[in-house]
């Protein structure tokens, strides 16, 4: 079995500067797709970055283009959320996810493996 761990959140002010990241450990998940989610109080869990095995295709919500830029890097067996010009509304718990199929996906109930997560905060 897979294991991951997020870390990098924080309190931090608008305007300020990020990373996340989230190492695997056990059986190995290279190779396959994982994606960055976030849940807010009262909201249900979104969607933030998604990113291939190999690391070539990215993509990204709407409401984070521009800002955050997912990365991997598999030797390490880690993913990373470089999340930049920081808002007040994205203000939550970031998970990070696996997904045991070769394409990528968008949706919550498309990846198979969770991190525990990491609180961001962001004050105005």
């Known amino acids: 079995q897979v294991q991951l761990a997020e870390s990098g959140g924080g309190w931090v002010q608008a305007g300020d500067s990020l990373r996340l990241s989230c190492a695997a450990s056990?059986?190995?998940?290279?190779?396959?797709?994982m994606g960055w989610f976030r849940q807010a109080p009262g909201k249900e869990r979104q969607f933030v970055a998604g990113i291939s095995g190999n690391g070539i295709i990215t993509f990204y919500a709407d409401s984070v283009k521009g800002r955050f830029t997912i990365s991997r890097d598999n030797a390490k067996n880690t993913v990373y959320l470089q999340m930049n010009s920081l808002k007040p509304e994205d203000t939550a718990v970031y998970y990070c996810?696996?997904?045991?199929?070769?394409?990528?996906?968008?949706?919550?109930?498309?990846?198979?493996?969770w991190g525990p997560g990491t609180q961001v905060t962001v004050s105005s």
């Open positions: 996810a696996l997904r045991w199929e070769w394409k990528v996906a968008s949706g919550p109930n498309e990846y198979d493996t």
């Open positions: 056990g059986r190995t998940a290279v190779s396959y797709p």
